[in-house]
């Protein structure tokens, strides 16, 4: 019984070595597939939604009007001797007398709302009495340009991203139907204190690209984030054109319209919006459970922009699929008639990645990254 239990002992110890060195050689050999790449992207819990003011408008400023052009004192006439025939005056013509009248119309300070009578200096005038010097220079502190951007709205938490270029796939849709494509590539460059923005969007020919709209933004990075300076812009048969954010006025101007209007702090151009957006989803994500507001400058007017948070989504990128926060700034009746739509990348320092601009005629143009490469180190 005991050599029959030894011989039993020794078989299973067998052929458990055997079993494990078979298991070990398998473990070990070479797969025949080749080795994949994992990669994973970063996904953040929407924040919770939090009710807005409503927008409100942003007017435009009044013009300062032309301070009235001092009066001459009346001179006396020299007593003539009694031996002296008087001079007799020499006619005006009509034509003369209505370039005068036209001229001291345009000089005279008119009040909105007030009578003549009700003007300061109307009682003066009547009785031969010159009214009181005007300061030169002075103006009504309504059309007085403020000192730097005026407060208002909501002041957010900004993180910029890096700088980054990227080429893009243009495609559009008209009205009709018809398809275009075409490319456009946009660029991001800050070194912490100073910032460099440009969109150049074209279609691409044999040997050249045409160049469609070339949109440069250049300025400053402040407490508040992208604070512009100038931004031009130059469309194909069209003269260029350039914002002006006048931030030691306090006002916004433009090359194409005498129009001024009030600088808010934070206020963007069209070359910036995307990453100062990018940059407050980067600062706080929290931050986007509200409606952003910002004031933007663009041609001839500067208006608030409201972007909403749509949801989380997935793109198809020539790079892939991407997941993405879909922002969307709604149509605003008596200002704009266009849905702007722009998605982040979270996973990518919140570059964005897509941008759709939908007409009022039902015409749609989509920008989409294609290939993307940071530039600092």
């Known amino acids: 019984m005991l050599l029959l239990c030894g011989a039993t002992l020794a078989l299973h110890y067998a052929a458990i070595d055997w079993v494990g060195g078979r298991l070990s050689a398998q473990t070990h050999r070479a797969s025949e597939l080749p080795p994949s790449l994992m990669t994973a992207q970063l996904r953040l819990a929407l924040p919770k939604r939090v009710e807005s003011a409503p927008l409100e408008e942003i007017k435009p400023l009044a013009k300062a009007p032309r301070p009235p052009a001092p009066r001459p004192r009346p001179v006396p006439a020299p007593a003539q001797p009694a031996s002296v025939e008087p001079i007799t005056p020499v006619p005006v013509s009509a034509a003369e007398a209505d370039n005068g009248l036209a001229a001291a119309l345009a000089d005279a300070p008119i009040a909105v709302g007030e009578s003549t009578a009700a003007q300061p200096g109307a009682a003066q005038a009547q009785s031969g009495t010159p009214p009181p010097d005007v300061a030169q220079g002075e103006t009504p502190a309504s059309a007085a340009p403020q000192d730097g951007p005026r407060q208002g709205g909501r002041r957010y938490k900004v993180s910029l991203p890096p700088s980054a270029t990227f080429d893009m796939t243009v495609d559009?849709?008209?009205?009709?139907?018809?398809?275009?494509?075409?490319?456009?590539?946009?660029?991001?460059?800050?070194?912490?204190?100073?910032?460099?923005?440009?969109?150049?969007?074209?279609?691409?020919?044999?040997?050249?690209?045409?160049?469609?709209?070339?949109?440069?933004s250049e300025g400053a990075i402040d407490d508040y984030g992208i604070a512009p300076l100038k931004v031009t812009e130059k469309r194909t048969r069209r003269a260029e054109t350039a914002t002006h954010f006048n931030r030691d006025a306090g006002t916004i101007t433009f090359s194409a319209s005498e129009?001024?209007?009030?600088?808010?702090?934070?206020?963007?151009?069209?070359?910036?919006?995307?990453?100062?957006?990018?940059?407050?989803?980067?600062?706080?994500?929290?931050?986007?459970?509200?409606?952003?507001?910002?004031?933007?400058?663009?041609?001839?007017?500067?208006?608030?922009?409201?972007?909403?948070?749509?949801?989380?989504?997935?793109?198809?990128?020539?790079?892939?699929?991407?997941?993405?926060?879909?922002?969307?700034?709604?149509?605003?009746?008596?200002?704009?008639?266009?849905?702007?739509?722009?998605?982040?990348?979270?996973?990518?320092?919140?570059?964005?990645?897509?941008?759709?601009?939908?007409?009022?005629?039902?015409?749609?143009?989509?920008?989409?990254?294609?290939?993307?490469?940071?530039?600092?180190?």
């Open 172 to 216: 559009r849709v008209d009205a009709d139907g018809t398809k275009w494509t075409g490319a456009a590539t946009m660029t991001w460059h800050t070194d912490g204190n100073r910032y460099q923005a440009s969109v150049e969007a074209g279609v691409s020919l044999l040997i050249t690209r045409l160049n469609l709209l070339v949109l440069r």
């Open 259 to 377: 129009r001024s209007y009030p600088l808010l702090v934070g206020a963007q151009d069209k070359a910036t919006v995307p990453f100062q957006l990018g940059g407050i989803g980067r600062a706080d994500v929290n931050q986007l459970g509200g409606d952003i507001d910002i004031q933007v400058g663009e041609d001839k007017e500067a208006t608030m922009f409201r972007f909403q948070l749509v949801g989380e989504e997935e793109i198809e990128t020539k790079m892939g699929k991407l997941v993405t926060w879909h922002l969307s700034r709604p149509p605003k009746p008596g200002s704009y008639s266009s849905r702007l739509d722009i998605w982040l990348a979270p996973g990518l320092n919140w570059y964005p990645v897509q941008i759709r601009n939908t007409e009022a005629s039902g015409a749609l143009t989509t920008q989409t990254v294609s290939t993307m490469k940071m530039t600092d180190k």
